[in-house]
């Protein structure tokens, strides 16, 4: 038997299916790493992008079972280039779209209770937009933060959940009007102060 059918009757048909396992391996592990490290919109376009031009590779391969192997390299090249460009994002050679500053918003105001007192007699907030108010009750008296239109007002404006300390929660507070408000815990009125809602009221410093 000559060497040549010894190769295509004995060592290819071993050779073609090992190389194919070795190489969709390979593939499968460079890919769970580029996808893992990339944000998911481009995880996504990523994995869409390298199967469509699997699909296409194996197409034509399918088309020109003859093409030989300048065809199977270049095919094979044009399949994991999205796993190239993927791979360059996520080490950082390729920089990927910053997220917008300020996403993630903080407290526009911070407020604490303790010795049966606000530290606070002046809160600065924003108008027209629903903010946080951060509350930390640092004693162990039951204390909330309520939003007055006045001092001894009915209505409301907000009113925060009576919380026993020590303890932090954020207050969802929906949007009120530009102006100047009263705040008292609705437990010890006494312990009370002014709100001033303004346009563009940025953050408070934290509470001490």
Known sequence: MSDENMRDRLILPVLIPV??????LFLALVMSQ??????GEIATAVA????????????????????????????????????????????????????????????????????????KQELSVPADTVFILEFNNMEAQPHNV????????????????????????????????????YFQCDVHPTMSGTVTAAEGEGGEAAAE
């Open 146 to 181: 309520s939003i007055l239109e006045a001092q001894g007002s009915a209505n409301a404006l907000f009113r925060g959940e009576v919380i026993t300390g020590p303890k932090v929660v954020d207050y969802d507070v929906n949007a009120i009007a530009a102006g100047e408000y």
């Open 19 to 24: 190389g194919a396992l070795a190489f969709v």
């Open 34 to 39: 580029v996808l893992l490290n990339v944000p």
């Open 48 to 119: 869409m992008m390298t199967a469509l031009n699997l699909l296409i590779a194996f197409s034509v391969m399918a088309a020109k079972p003859d093409g030989g192997r300048p065809l199977m390299m270049m095919l094979a090249a044009i399949a994991v280039v999205p796993l190239v460009l993927g791979g360059a994002a996520a080490s950082g050679v390729v920089p990927l779209p910053e997220e917008e500053e300020g996403a993630e918003e903080g407290p526009a105001a911070q407020l604490a209770a303790n010795n049966l007192a606000f530290n």
